[in-house]
């Protein structure tokens, strides 16, 4: 199983940025699937963006296509999410995950099979 680790949350103003950073340890990390998730207070977890093992596919939420960035350093063991012009309703614990069927997008939270403690994101109107 892959270890997940992730960085970067803390306050922002709205309409600034981000990176949050998650590091795996493990397994083969490159054969993944990987995704970001967030839960904001009395809120169910839901789908941020994801990216395939090879970084062909990639998915967003509706909510932040165009301000958000999923990538990866398979050397780095890590994949990033950039995030730009945040918004007061990003404020969430933002969570890294893995799945090992690569076969799955990685958007559905019963597909990832590893999963991070989770850092939490600010951003103050």
């Known amino acids: 199983q892959v270890q997940l680790v992730e960085s970067g949350g803390g306050l922002v103003q709205a309409g600034g940025s981000l990176r949050l950073s998650c590091v795996a340890s493990g397994r083969t990390f490159s054969s993944y699937v990987m995704g970001w998730f967030r839960q904001a207070p009395g809120k169910e977890r839901e789908f941020v963006a994801a990216?395939?093992?090879?970084?062909?596919?990639?998915e967003y939420a509706d909510s932040v296509k165009g301000r958000f960035t999923i990538f990866r350093d398979i050397a780095k063991n890590t994949v990033y999410l950039q995030m730009n012009s945040l918004k007061p309703e990003d404020t969430a614990v933002y969570y890294c995950a893995a799945g090992k069927d690569p076969l799955v997008s990685g958007s559905e939270a019963y597909d990832m099979d590893s999963w991070g403690k989770g850092t939490l994101v600010t951003a103050s109107s």
């Open positions: 990216i395939s093992w090879s970084g062909g596919n990639i």
